[in-house]
């Protein structure tokens, strides 16, 4: 049995995980954190179908309790501290939430490997936007030019989003893209060109209507390539993948990006 700490519990992804771990017979929820639900249960918080497990407001008070595996979809704020926090108590970590940077993940994977422990961070846990990083990787060492466009809610505080940091610092091991003419020398406003990420511009959309979206643009001369992943409502594809991770993140010791391995692409 896996027993399992959830942060970001009462959260959009985070009501759905619970059910998910509840009906499942190897995983067990031991500990939930929310910081605006803190000193309630689950079941106060979420109705009489979630279970009676006790809420703490930090991922600190959290791992008091015996676990696991820390899932943490909080926010991009709190997600450093939890993830050092989880790795000092020898806790594998499945790592849901973004605002991580690249100097981040060296030092995770560095604390990781010497507390013996698992960490697995992933930008988009849906299936089709794991295939997308897939076919982008594969577009990227025959085709040199290209872009990302990272669409989001109105409300959602971080940009570049961890699907698109996790797409550029992916195809940056490829090779680095070809720029026609230098961003530092854009005419007009250089920000117009987005934000350099590991080498690849990035174009963060942030409207009403969007729930999560990436679209990668590939460029030759007379001819383009497109390859997008589009997000629903619903949070099922999230809490498939998730589920997988707890079940695997213990695999292997220190960090690992993407599910990709885990699926066998």
């Known amino acids: 049995m896996i027993r399992v ?3 970001g519990a009462t959260g959009w992804v985070g009501r ?18 929310s910081r605006s639900e803190a000193g309630r249960t689950l079941r106060d918080a979420l109705g009489a179908s979630a279970p009676p497990v006790p809420i703490r407001g930090s991922v600190a008070e959290a791992l008091e309790i ?16 939890n993830v050092f926090a989880a790795i ?27 507390r013996g422990v698992g960490v697995l961070a992933v930008g988009n846990f849906a299936l089709t936007a794991v295939l997308l990083e897939r076919f982008a990787e594969i577009a990227a060492k025959h085709v040199g030019s290209w872009e990302i466009i990272d669409y989001g809610t109105s409300r959602k505080p971080d940009a570049p989003g961890s699907t698109a940091r996790q797409l550029a ?10 720029v ?3 961003i530092a020398e854009t005419h007009g406003s250089v920000e117009a060109r987005g934000a350099t990420v590991g080498g690849t511009q990035v174009h ?11 679209e990668i643009l590939f460029g030759l001369p007379d001819e383009r390539l497109s390859i997008r992943h589009d997000s629903g409502s619903g949070a099922a594809p999230y809490v498939r993948g998730t589920l997988l991770a707890v079940r695997r ?6 960090l690992r990006r993407g599910l990709e391995d885990l699926l066998e692409l």
């Open 16 to 33: 759905e995980l619970v059910a998910a771990i509840e009906a499942a017979e190897d995983l067990e929820l031991a500990s939930a954190v």
């Open 88 to 114: 000092g108590k020898g806790v594998h970590t499945v790592v849901g939430a973004s605002g991580l940077s690249e100097e981040d993940f060296v030092a995770i994977d560095e604390a990781a490997r010497a």
């Open 204 to 214: 963060s959309v942030r409207l009403p209507g969007f729930v999560s979206s990436i």
């Open 249 to 254: 993140v213990g695999d292997r010791i220190g």
């Open 66 to 81: 015996p676990c696991d595996v820390l899932v943490d979809y909080t926010s991009a704020l709190a997600v450093r501290t």
């Open 169 to 178: 610092a992916r195809l940056s091991r490829v090779r680095a893209p070809s």
């Open 5 to 7: 700490c959830l942060a």
């Open 180 to 182: 026609g003419h230098p």
